[in-house]
């Protein structure tokens, strides 16, 4: 079998990181039948590359002079095409009891900081959109934690992006739960509710790496740990997250949501692609493979997996040598929560800066409109 469709088979949905207009042209319902994609996740900066080649297109500058800014254009470009991308998710949605078959758009990177702006946009693109498998994608940052709880309130699915380290992840789990007991203290349903918890991962090592190198080089009685460390702390926290999700979901608190009908929000691994050569391309895919998660996969990493992918449950194993890597880490001298703290807030502008120039790039069409 097909490696990437194996990995279904251990619980794992797999989920393309990625979006283009060819997609809906075939290219996706292929990857649904063979490879098994689950879903299908987009951001700013994948967006800022796959909207302006629509914009050009004649029925666009035709629409683009009903429309009063650039942000209303590439909204309309947006839930047009991630809508599409929806509708041919919904068979499996469907059939799956809506356990599969997402499509996740983002609210504006640049309100990550201002939590009622961003329930109010993701809650009217939510609507707009009008689809139940969709996902609006909110910032794990401390005003999006207040968002995730009302959003969830109100009914809205949420992907909880830009998650760095197991305490922010720990209160996304919360923000989520709270959200679901709020809803249900009003008598509404909780089964029809969705969220993920997006981890990312090479960003973590990417951050680190260059500090542990720096302490190994410069010798001393931390050295040796230190270079030891390298290439460990991303999966360390991924694996620390995991067993959290299991403790969340033994406790007493997720058994009385669960009893009412509350699915559990799932880990989803991305940042998947490895941004150090010297690392495997599927360092951050094979080593976390297990139940109830989802990892999203890049187009070019999703190739190598289909040539030479192994899949087994993998992310239960090395939980302790995980904390004994978070130790060693402190030991080293080496803030962990100062580096996640700087990955948050240079994620957020890493989507804010594509998304201002695409905006850029859409507003010559309104212009000319």
């Not at 951050?207 to 009685?221: C, F, M, R, T, W």
Request: net charge neutral; aromatic share 8%; hydrophobic share 45%.
């Amino acid at each position: 079998m097909n490696p990437i469709k194996r990995i279904e088979t251990f619980g794992q949905a797999v989920w393309l990181d990625h979006y283009d207009h060819e997609l809906l042209r075939g290219k996706l319902q292929r990857h649904i039948s063979e490879d098994g994609l689950k879903g299908l996740t987009s951001n700013p900066a994948i967006l800022a590359k796959a909207l302006p080649p629509l914009a050009q297109r004649d029925e666009v500058r035709a629409r683009a002079q009903d429309l009063s800014s650039a942000k209303a254009l590439y909204e309309a470009l947006a839930l047009d095409e991630l809508g599409a991308a929806a509708d041919q998710f919904r068979p499996l949605f469907d059939s799956t009891d809506g356990w599969h078959g997402w499509v996740s758009l983002e609210v504006d990177p640049r309100l990550a900081f201002d939590a009622r702006a961003t329930v109010a946009e993701a809650a009217r693109l939510f609507s707009e959109l009008g689809r139940p498998n969709v996902f609006v994608k909110v910032p794990a940052t401390r005003e999006g934690l207040m968002a995730i709880t009302q959003l969830t309130e109100q009914g809205v699915n949420v992907n909880v992006t830009l998650v760095f380290s197991v305490p922010r992840y720990l209160e996304v789990a919360n923000a989520f739960m709270t959200g679901l007991e709020r809803r249900a203290s009003k008598g509404l349903s909780l089964s029809n509710i969705r969220s993920v918890a997006s981890f990312f991962l090479s960003r973590i090592d990417a951050a680190v790496d260059p500090e542990l190198e720096a302490i190994a080089k410069a010798g001393g009685s931390t050295a040796g740990a230190a270079q030891q460390l390298l290439g460990s702390i991303a999966l360390a926290s991924a694996k620390l997250a995991y067993d959290g999700y299991l403790e969340l979901c033994a406790g007493g608190r997720w058994s009385a949501l669960s009893a009412r009908g509350a699915r559990p929000q799932w880990l989803l691994w991305g940042s998947t692609g490895t941004k150090n050569p010297n690392y495997d391309a599927l360092k951050y895919v094979e080593a976390l493979i297990g139940p109830e998660t989802i990892t999203t996969i890049p187009p070019e990493t999703l190739e190598v997996y289909r040539k030479r992918g192994n899949p087994a449950t993998r992310v239960h194993e090395g939980v302790e040598r995980a904390r004994i890597a978070f130790e060693q880490l402190a030991q080293v001298g080496i803030d962990i929560e100062r580096v996640t703290q700087k990955l948050e807030s240079e994620g957020v502008e890493k989507f804010a800066k594509p998304f201002d120039g695409l905006l850029r790039t859409l507003e010559c069409f309104v212009t000319a409109a």
